[in-house]
């Protein structure tokens, strides 16, 4: 079993890197990319731990793109070289995470709850803050019984504490991915609320700007959205990616190494991606 797509608590995962891949370990993985959204602070926690004993980590990362209606994420799997356009890149991301949860926490107060910024960043860890961390302070401060009621509730789109996220451009993304050593996948695609009817070119569109692959299989898709997806990306000639999107206790659905379907994620699954392979990777690396 292997997993393409996890969260650590270098996001909004509850997991350290450390402990993320001593679980896969111990629940049969043998390989495991960690996607952090927007930040690759924990790649090298990771790293150290998997070289423990055989393990094949693949450094990686989930970035933010500006879309709509939908939301659209980039993995970057293999980012092993990491160089200042990409740090860059990152680094204008997390400017723009800044100004979207200074405009929650005004709303808060507007709402009359007492809330600061260091609140929200102590409760985080600071490196990849987002509204799964709003949603842990309002469940913390009983004000929802749960995670889902603060999204349906408040943190949802169209909710009273909703701020639409700016994100990278795609181009830009692209680029930053590949300069660090990485190819580019899209991710969950059924996220981008793009009718099947203009998937093929809209993702033609992409694999001509540089796209690498897509996620065909990820939990929130429907097996059979799945198999199509997968369909539709070999008649590219894209890559096909596999994940849990696996973020520890507060998503508890997600698991590691299962997708879609409650299907087993196969090594084979990663052993059919090129840019992946053990002898294709730069001697010199960072990561
Ligand atoms: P952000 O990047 O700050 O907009 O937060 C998006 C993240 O919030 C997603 O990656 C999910 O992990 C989480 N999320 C979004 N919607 C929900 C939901 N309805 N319930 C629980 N978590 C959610
Ligand atoms: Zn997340
Ligand atoms: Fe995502
Ligand atoms: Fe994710």
């Not at 842990?136 to 504490?161: C, D, I, M, T, W």
């Not at 093929?200 to 065909?216: F, M, R, S, W």
């Not at 699954?269 to 992946?276: D, E, F, G, K, S």
Request: overall charge negative; charged content about 25%.
């Amino acid at each position: 079993m292997i997993d393409l797509h996890t969260h650590s608590s270098a996001s909004d995962g509850t997991l350290h890197p450390a402990q993320l891949i001593e679980q896969a370990r111990q629940q049969g993985l043998s390989a495991l990319a960690l996607t952090d959204h927007d930040t690759i602070a924990g790649l090298e926690e990771a790293k150290q731990e998997a070289t423990k004993s055989t393990f094949r980590f693949i450094p990686g990362v989930e970035i933010e793109v500006t879309w709509e209606p939908g939301e659209f994420h980039l993995l970057g799997l293999g980012i092993y070289h990491p160089g200042s356009a990409f740090l860059e890149a990152l680094a204008e991301l997390a400017h723009l995470r800044e100004m979207r949860n200074l405009k929650i926490i005004e709303r808060m107060q507007e709402w009359n709850i007492q809330v600061t910024y260091e609140d929200i960043v102590s409760l985080s860890g600071g490196h990849s803050v987002g509204r799964p961390h709003f949603a842990s302070l309002l469940v913390k401060r009983g004000l929802v019984k749960n995670r889902e009621q603060a999204f349906s509730q408040y943190l949802g789109r169209g909710r009273p504490f909703y701020i639409p996220k700016e994100g990278m451009d795609f181009r830009r993304a692209v680029q930053a991915i590949k300069e660090a050593g990485g190819i580019a996948v899209l991710a969950h695609p059924m996220s981008l609320y793009v009718a099947w009817g203009h998937l093929p070119t809209l993702i033609k569109g992409l694999k001509d700007q540089g796209l690498n692959g897509i996620e065909a299989w990820h939990p929130t898709a429907k097996v059979r959205s799945c198999k199509r997806l997968e369909d539709l990306g070999k008649s590219l000639g894209l890559c096909i990616t596999a994940g849990s999107d696996f973020h520890g206790e507060t998503r508890p659905d997600r698991k590691l190494g299962i997708t879609a379907g409650n299907v087993k994620i196969d090594e084979a699954v990663l052993a059919a991606i090129p840019a992946l392979q053990e002898e294709n990777i730069p001697r010199v690396h960072g990561i």
